[in-house]
């Protein structure tokens, strides 16, 4: 088996692994900001939770498209 067949039927391995730090790093940025405008804001906890949960949810629809995406195009 040559190099290129090997490296081709891990490209969508590879794919996801790059396709998951986006989200990854996403999902840190959105609950740091919270839980700082929480501390900032505490009257505001609930709202602030809500377009927490909100941020996770889209965020981590990126990265399930990825491993989606990932499957799709296995070669």
Known sequence: ?????EVTGNLGSIGYGLAAIGPGVGIGIIFGQGVQAIARQPEAYGLIRQN???GFVFAEALALIG??????FRA
């Open 52 to 54: 927490m949960l909100l």
């Open 1 to 5: 088996m040559s190099v290129l067949a």
């Open 67 to 72: 491993i989606a995406l990932a499957f799709a």
